[in-house]
């Protein structure tokens, strides 16, 4: 086991691993991203990302093998508004100012073209993850509550639906096209305590499948055996 400790300066919000296992990523509130080498038993990170202007609460690597070379780049969302995407091979960052509230958390499509990012206001901003785009927003003010919580966000494995916890106790599910309420899920008999992680299923075939937890204490699977919109428990 190994244990890298004494490096931030504030508590560890996201953290990310390579395939491989070559490399570790932490993101902090001390606006930081360390990056680590998997295969090195050093204390230092090789790298420190220190764009941030405020908490960073999420980070992503991407590392895509095709004819024309590896593309790797690492993602990252913070509480100043921003998504960075830092290009590694070429040495280049870019900076999206997508929202002017604390974004909270950030998922990928799994067709690798859009990012979905959420907010401290409960929005959740569809973005073009080439171009930085604003391609669509969910909300829903009787449904999906939020304010005080980071809350995490998903897509399912078909790209059509965006999910997220809400502060009152549900999960909300919204259509990703036309930013609809497809469904609303109760987690729990009578819990209005805040669900904050969301995880969908990795596997086109089991793209209803999702798993939520809460601060109640208790996690549940959801699933729907014939149609995304029948959710089941």
Not at 124 to 147: P, Q, V
Not at 154 to 160: F, K, L, P, V
Not at 198 to 217: F, M, N, Q, T, W
Request: aromatic share 6%; charged share 20%.
């Amino acid at each position: 086991i190994r244990k890298l400790h004494g490096t931030h300066t504030g508590r560890i919000n996201s953290v990310a691993c390579s395939s491989d296992a070559s490399l570790f990523l932490s993101a902090s509130y001390d606006a930081t991203v360390r990056i680590w080498d998997g295969r090195s038993r050093s204390q230092t990170p090789i790298q420190t990302l220190s764009e941030a202007q405020d908490s960073v609460s999420s980070v992503l690597l991407r590392i895509e093998k095709g004819g024309g070379g590896n593309q790797s780049e690492i993602l990252t969302s913070s509480v100043d508004g921003c998504v960075r995407t830092y290009d590694i091979r070429m040495g280049q960052l870019r900076v999206d100012q997508c929202t002017n509230e604390a974004i909270t958390s950030m998922c990928p499509s799994h067709d690798g073209l859009c990012l979905a990012v959420g907010c401290l206001d409960s929005k959740i901003h569809l973005l073009e993850k080439e171009s930085g785009e604003l391609l669509n927003t969910y909300s829903s003010n009787h449904h999906h509550k939020g304010g005080k919580y980071g809350l995490e966000c998903g897509i399912t494995s078909n790209d059509e639906y965006v999910v997220s916890g809400s502060e009152d106790g549900k999960v909300v599910v919204y259509n990703l096209v036309d930013g609809s309420v497809a469904n609303v899920l109760q987690h729990g008999h009578s819990s209005r305590r805040p669900v904050c992680s969301i995880a969908v299923h990795p596997r086109r075939e089991k793209c209803s499948v999702l798993l939520s937890a809460g601060y109640d204490g208790e996690a549940f699977v959801w699933a729907s055996p014939e149609e995304v919109g029948c959710w089941e428990r």
